[in-house]
């Protein structure tokens, strides 16, 4: 069998279907007679042509990886913008009157929705340092820091200006098997600015106490800082400990150390030897920062250090992020309605985030199914579908389509949360939304189509397109899941979702274009432009309904948090990525349509590899609790430590057996 990437360029033997007409449905079931038309989408080979370009220019070391608020991230928003302009769209995106409301139903002016994405960690980074100052004073004198040398603000910083005394809290964590414990429930650091140790609590020769290979997930930064600046800390000075064993003892980090998630207070890096001379001016006893540092290697605790007062102030730029939206006018009685065709069009960038590569730090990651896929077939159909619009009837009804490439789904949907909180029109407008998120790895005609529960009639719908595809669907009721149809669900928007599955190269340096089933991509994109001017004349409505919607945080093992990052009271979801140890699976079905987790993925040399699970293996409980969904499964996966041993008990084939796992760290990259 070929490699797929010579089917890219394959010469086909006969187009596939065209598009759908809408005569002759039976209305209460929104059931097409005939998937078949005389309305010309093109021709497969014509199609397969024009998805590998997109895919070769999305996937492009160009493009850097696509990450949010970088350079690569804005050329593919150009690339997008571009093409929508080519199509004659209209720009999406509206702005406010003189009154301060938004028209939905006015014209827009911009093709960009903008919003200020998480940071995204590296050297091309999405913030910028306008200014910063620091300095200390005691006994009557008062020393200034130098930027650069002395101290960096990192990328976990927000603008603003602190001034208060020191609290020193050690390594700012807790370790539940040693009794290690730096926060009493009661402690606030309310207006204090905390000195936090990086790593862990140390022997004598610099390495760490609790664990015997280098660092346990206890010596991840973020954690430590946000635990400070949830005990009210006004600013934090994050510091090496001095005698550690690690080659970052003498790095002074700057913004590209970075979270997911910014805190709102200063946040710098001190050198050692700065914050030594900060300590002991600090101290009454004048106690330098390896004493502190020894002290708490042996125990947690805060220590108050009244005798200097310590100012931080950072002004920084986070660089915004664009949605990508253009707007094909509908016609007649439905063109107030709209279709949402949607993809996301970033990635990880050099993967200081969300790389599943051990060592993917510093490595272009092209993202080419992960979702230059998506991408490309979002502007495949977009031109489809206009050249469908304009061989239509000036008396039809068709609504309105809105084509969107999403930002910082990567970073949790952020892009799509927002759009669905800033809609154009209002959401009973909103018909039916498409999103297509790793389309082009279609092996062995597979593909999933995840919805179908979000509206009474649109399995039914649905059903002839993909009897006819050709292709082995999936069937799945749930609008939730990792990608941005979710977004849609939750706001009550009927979504279908599109998706062939992950594989080897998902969230790796190697998913790049070449890897690409051009012609699967392109059968796929078939299928999705068929349904989308279908329900675009379809005259019947589409009531969101609630089967199988039951609300699901990001459970991509490669994500870092599903909540808005600028929403200060939406907490961070759960993630594999989010854990302290690793099992080694991908899940196969987040949908929740059977009980227990599904194996999509066995990872290898990992503990349920070593366990002897498999791809198919459907997981029923874990350590004796029963997990009905993945859901269900992660808090459990949270509790665990490295080290614990979890029975598994799990069918194959129809049998039940069990297999036990010994889990073990995951590797971080900010510790």
């Not at 279907?17 to 209305?27: E, K, M, Q, S």
């Amino acid at each position: 069998m070929p490699h797929p990437a010579h089917r890219c360029h394959r010469s086909l033997l006969a187009p596939l279907l065209l598009i759908a007409a809408l005569a002759g449905l039976a209305p209460a079931q929104h059931v097409p007679t005939t998937t078949t038309s005389p309305t010309d989408l093109g021709d497969l080979e014509s199609d397969v042509r024009i998805y590998t370009q997109h895919i070769n220019s999305l996937a492009d070391p160009f493009m850097e990886g696509r990450a949010p608020g970088t350079l690569g991230n804005r050329r593919a928003a150009d690339y997008l913008e571009f093409y929508f302009r080519k199509f004659g769209f209209a720009p999406a995106f509206p702005v406010k009157d003189a009154s301060g409301t938004i028209d939905p139903l006015g014209p827009g002016v911009s093709y960009r929705q903008e919003f200020i994405a998480p940071p995204t960690p590296g050297p091309n980074n999405s913030m910028r340092l306008i200014d910063s100052r620091a300095s200390y004073s005691a006994d009557g004198d008062t020393i200034t820091l130098t930027a650069g040398s002395d101290y960096n603000v990192l990328g976990y910083s927000s603008s603003g200006e602190a001034t208060g005394t020191l609290a020193f809290v050690g390594y700012s964590t807790s370790n539940r098997d040693e009794n290690y414990r730096t926060y009493s429930d009661d402690l606030s650091l309310d207006g204090k600015i905390a000195v936090v140790l990086r790593f862990e609590p140390m022997n004598d020769d610099g390495t760490s106490r609790w664990v015997s290979d280098k660092w346990s997930p206890a010596a991840a930064v973020e954690p430590k800082l946000r635990a400070a600046a949830e005990r009210g800390a006004a600013g934090i000075i994050l510091v090496n400990p001095p005698g550690a064993k690690d080659a970052r003892v003498g790095t002074l980090e700057g913004l590209t150390l970075a979270g997911r998630r910014a805190l709102n207070i200063p946040v710098v890096m001190m050198t050692t030897e700065a914050a030594d001379r900060l300590i002991t001016a600090a101290d009454g006893a004048s106690r330098s920062l390896l004493e502190f540092r020894q002290l708490a290697d042996t125990e947690g605790g805060v220590i108050d250090l009244p005798d200097a007062r310590v100012t931080l102030a950072a002004t920084v730029e986070r660089m915004p992020a664009d949605n990508v939206g253009g707007l094909l006018a509908g016609k007649g009685a439905l063109a107030d309605e709209l279709i949402i065709i949607g993809a996301h069009y970033d990635h990880v960038g050099y993967g200081y985030f969300g790389s599943r590569d051990p060592d993917g730090r510093t490595k272009l990651h092209p993202g080419a199914d992960d979702n230059a896929s998506g991408t490309a077939g979002l502007l495949l159909i977009s031109e489809k579908l206009a050249k469908a619009y304009d061989q239509l009837p000036d008396d039809a009804n068709a609504r309105s389509v809105l084509f969107m490439g999403f930002s910082a789904e990567e970073s949790g949907l952020i892009g799509s949360r927002h759009y669905t909180k800033n809609m154009i029109r209002a959401v009973e407008k909103h018909y039916l939304m498409l999103n297509m998120d790793m389309i082009g790895r279609l092996r062995d005609d597979k593909i999933e189509v995840h919805g179908v529960g979000t509206s009474p009639g649109l399995a039914a719908f649905a059903g002839p397109f993909l009897d006819d595809s050709g292709m082995a669907v999936a069937v799945k009721k749930s609008g939730f899941g990792p990608s941005d149809h979710s977004s849609f669900t939750s706001a009550r928007v009927p979504v279908l979702f599109y998706h062939t599955g992950l594989h080897d190269e998902y969230h790796m340096p190697t998913d790049h274009a070449w890897t690409i089933d051009c012609e699967g991509g392109a059968r796929v994109c078939d299928l999705v432009s068929r349904m989308a001017l279908a329900a675009a004349l379809n005259p019947e409505p589409m009531p969101f309904g609630d089967g199988k919607t039951t609300p699901t945080k990001s459970t991509d093992p490669h994500s870092t948090a599903a909540a808005d990052p600028n929403d200060p009271n939406e907490p961070a979801a759960t993630s594999m990525r989010g854990t302290g140890v690793r099992f080694g699976i991908a899940p196969g079905d987040y949908s929740g349509d059977e009980p227990g987790v599904l194996i999509g993925e066995v990872f290898d040399g990992l503990p349920a590899a070593k366990a002897g699970l498999k791809t198919g293996d459907l997981m029923t409980t874990w350590n004796g609790e029963k997990i009905e969904s993945v859901e269900a499964w992660m808090p459990l996966l949270n509790k665990a430590r490295p080290g614990d041993k979890v029975v598994i008990t799990y069918t194959r084939d129809g049998k039940e057996l069990t297999a036990e796992a010994t889990l073990v760290a995951r590797a971080r990259t900010n510790e």
